[in-house]
């Protein structure tokens, strides 16, 4: 018998929840038990949470002392945050912290130069517009029709874009041609190859550009501090992209 039950349950037609009748559609979906479920369990979670806060705060002791009852209080926007420490540093930190900044400056210029440097002796500039253009002339309008670019270069349509190491068509049945130089698709990685190191050369410049302003203006600051030092004018004021320029006094040096 039991075994009758368990076959007809098997073949018994799965539950489904009504949906949302037509003359509630605009309230949305209708809620399903999983939805009530995860509800009802985020109401419970906020009630227990409310009641243990309730249960501490029944708990305290009023004569309790801690220290952050006098390092907090209410701002003026209403927002109780913690007060901000008065932190007084003697003026050999300063001067410390100051030196340590302008040795990270300086030794980050010195390693995008460098990394500048290497990058143009690799590239040869080989990408850039030449000033120069090479004008083919003919005799009449009938050759101008007639006229082929890769017959005259004698290059294939492929490589016409190469101003630079432009290969004959003759050439390239010679074995001492590398494949990557014949092979189109190996063309086209060579090139996004290249404007890729081209698009990082340009990036590192700037932001060696920067390093070097930013090593400028500091230096302007600790010469601004040196009491030896007088300021006889300022030629130029600071902008974002250029450190401030003074006029000093001439010292005589013993």
């Given at each position: 018998?039991?075994?009758?039950?368990?076959?007809?349950?098997?073949?018994?037609?799965?539950?489904?929840?009504?949906?949302?009748?037509?003359?509630?559609?605009?309230?949305?979906?209708?809620?399903?038990?999983?939805?009530?479920?995860?509800?009802?369990?985020?109401?419970?979670?906020?009630?227990?949470?409310?009641?243990?806060?309730?249960?501490?705060?029944?708990?305290?002791?009023?004569?309790?002392?801690?220290?952050?009852?006098?390092?907090?209080?209410?701002?003026?926007?209403?927002?109780?945050?913690?007060?901000?420490?008065?932190?007084?540093?003697?003026?050999?930190?300063?001067?410390?912290?100051?030196?340590?900044?302008?040795?990270?400056?300086?030794?980050?210029?010195?390693?995008?130069?460098?990394?500048?440097?290497?990058?143009?002796?690799?590239?040869?500039?080989?990408?850039?517009?030449?000033?120069?253009?090479?004008?083919?002339?003919?005799?009449?309008?009938?050759?101008?029709?007639?006229?082929?670019?890769?017959?005259?270069?004698?290059?294939?349509?492929?490589?016409?874009?190469?101003?630079?190491?432009?290969?004959?068509?003759?050439?390239?049945?010679?074995?001492?041609?590398?494949?990557?130089?014949?092979?189109?698709?190996?063309?086209?990685?060579?090139?996004?190859?290249?404007?890729?190191?081209?698009?990082?050369?340009?990036?590192?410049?700037?932001?060696?550009?920067k390093l070097s302003v930013l090593q400028q203006k500091i230096e302007i600051k600790r010469a601004l501090k040196d009491s030896k030092k007088t300021i006889k004018q300022r030629v130029k004021p600071e902008t974002p992209n250029s450190a401030p320029i003074y006029l000093w006094h001439q010292e005589r040096k013993k």
């Amino acid at each position: 018998m039991s075994s009758w039950k368990n076959a007809n349950k098997a073949y018994q037609k799965p539950h489904r929840e009504r949906h949302q009748p037509e003359s509630r559609k605009h309230l949305g979906l209708l809620e399903k038990h999983k939805d009530y479920k995860q509800r009802a369990n985020d109401y419970n979670e906020k009630k227990a949470q409310l009641q243990y806060l309730h249960k501490r705060a029944l708990d305290r002791n009023p004569d309790e002392f801690y220290y952050h009852m006098i390092n907090s209080g209410v701002q003026e926007n209403g927002e109780h945050r913690s007060k901000a420490k008065d932190v007084t540093l003697t003026p050999e930190q300063i001067s410390l912290m100051q030196t340590q900044d302008y040795n990270y400056v300086a030794s980050r210029r010195v390693m995008e130069l460098r990394k500048v440097e290497k990058l143009q002796s690799e590239l040869h500039l080989q990408e850039q517009e030449p000033v120069n253009r090479h004008t083919f002339f003919v005799d009449s309008v009938k050759d101008l029709k007639k006229f082929s670019l890769t017959n005259r270069l004698d290059t294939p349509a492929a490589l016409l874009h190469r101003r630079h190491n432009r290969l004959r068509t003759s050439d390239l049945s010679k074995d001492i041609i590398p494949s990557s130089l014949t092979n189109p698709e190996k063309l086209q990685e060579l090139v996004k190859q290249s404007r890729k190191s081209y698009k990082e050369l340009e990036k590192r410049k700037e932001r060696h550009e920067k390093l070097s302003v930013l090593q400028q203006k500091i230096e302007i600051k600790r010469a601004l501090k040196d009491s030896k030092k007088t300021i006889k004018q300022r030629v130029k004021p600071e902008t974002p992209n250029s450190a401030p320029i003074y006029l000093w006094h001439q010292e005589r040096k013993k």
